[in-house]
């Protein structure tokens, strides 16, 4: 399967180190193997690689070199830096992490001018469709039952999704989190995931989570930020610009897997498109800089609308996620008033026709997660 950046990736391989991250078993390895003919990988976390590495006893003789989970080691970007100051390319050289590369302390010097970063994301209906030739209902409906991870998407068996997202919940917590921070109450960050599952899209009360949990809510925030470092799960954060009688609220937290949401299928589509958003957004800032932001909006009155796509600080689309209502929601037409020049949009999961009132169009679901990168470039 050919993922969606590895055409440009190979366009930065002869001159930048890569770094590419991205949540576990979302596909980083398999993707840096097919980049060239010849290789050689090396995981930081087999016993025989780290030794190589520590010696810097990998061959030269091959096209690309790929480090897996090297931010483990002490200083290892100083290490990577040495390499490619004094030798150069070729081979070119990818770093890959199941956490995100900035967060470990232990990481020595800058590699500031060197490297290129990329974020690796799960499956979207706009990829499945392209690469896997398949309709983008059936797409996304797949994506809502079995998530959104190359391994069970492509298995389409519930009972294995089930089985792989424990065996991989485990293996995030009780490996990826051990080596990025000393935490002792594994199981508190269990139910901790466990709990976000479970309100995805909801406003966060990190009062209510740390009285589940029976901890402070400094400690809750701190949770919620390891977490989000290691692609378990991402904020959407309050939009407050240039409107008026808006008010801060408190983030919004989705998750990587989709199928990993515990509640119903409007949460899960929720999610879905959020996801999405995500991707692209992380695609626009990796291959081009722009800075973009992915926000919801809500004011005093309680109008609300999911999501605020920004890119290099312009609104540019809003979006308002429903599962069955046909009808126009009023929130998208109150914050047109403050965002005029923002396309607004309705996704409808199970949508009968296409509408279009004023300058709000209404869409099937699966229509608009299949065009979304062109409906962000076109906006």
């Known amino acids: 399967m050919i993922r969606y950046l590895e055409n440009k990736i190979k366009e930065d391989l002869p001159e930048k180190i ?7 078993q979302v596909g980083k390895t398999t993707l ?11 995981n930081y976390d087999a016993t025989a690689d780290r030794k190589i590495i520590h010696n810097e006893e990998w061959t030269r003789e091959v096209q690309l070199v790929i480090f897996d989970e090297l931010h483990k080691i002490k200083n290892w970007k100083s290490r990577i830096k040495g390499i490619y100051d004094t030798e150069g390319f070729p081979p070119s050289i990818i770093v890959t992490g199941s956490a995100r590369l900035d967060t470990y302390k232990k990481s020595g010097e800058s590699l500031a001018g060197r490297y290129f970063p990329f974020r690796l994301h799960p499956l979207t209906v706009t990829e499945a469709c392209k690469d896997l030739n398949a309709d983008s209902k059936s797409v996304l409906a797949n994506l809502l039952k079995f998530g959104c991870f190359p391994e069970p998407y492509l298995k389409g068996s519930e009972t294995f999704s ?34 976000i599952r479970a309100r995805v899209g909801a406003p966060t009360s990190y009062t209510s989570l740390a009285n589940d949990l029976q901890v402070s809510v400094h400690t ?38 989709t199928g990993g949401v515990d509640g119903n299928i409007g949460q899960r589509l929720e999610n879905a498109v959020a996801c999405a958003l995500l991707r692209e957004l992380h695609y626009i800032e990796d291959t081009t800089g722009s800075k ?16 605020l796509v ?3 600080n312009k609104p540019i689309i809003m979006i308002e996620v429903k599962t069955g209502d046909d009808q126009f929601s009023r929130s998208l037409f109150r914050f047109k008033r403050y965002l005029k020049n923002t396309k607004a949009v309705q996704v409808v999961f199970d949508l009968k026709r ?13 229509e608009f997660l299949k065009d979304l990168p062109l409906i962000i470039h076109a906006s």
Not at 173 to 187: F, H, N, T
Not at 231 to 248: A, E, G, M, Q, W
Request: net charge positive; charged share 30%.
């Open 18 to 24: 890569i770094l590419l991250s991205g949540p576990r």
């Open 32 to 42: 840096s193997k097919q980049l060239v003919d010849s290789f050689a990988y090396l």
């Open 162 to 195: 089930k089985r792989w997202r424990r065996t991989h919940t485990d293996i995030i917590i009780r490996e990826d989190l051990l080596d990025l921070e000393k935490v002792r109450d594994i199981k508190s960050i269990e139910i901790l995931i466990d709990l």
């Open 220 to 257: 809750v925030k701190h949770w919620l930020q390891i977490l989000e470092n290691l692609y378990v799960i991402f904020p959407v954060h309050p939009y407050h610009k240039n409107i008026t009688r808006s008010i801060l609220k408190a983030s919004k937290y989705y998750v990587y897997d």
């Open 292 to 307: 973009t932001g992915l926000f919801y909006l809500k004011d005093k009155e309680q109008h609300e609308v999911d999501f």
């Open 310 to 312: 920004v890119i290099d």
């Open 354 to 366: 296409k509408k279009t009132k004023e300058t709000v169009n209404m869409l099937p679901a699966h």
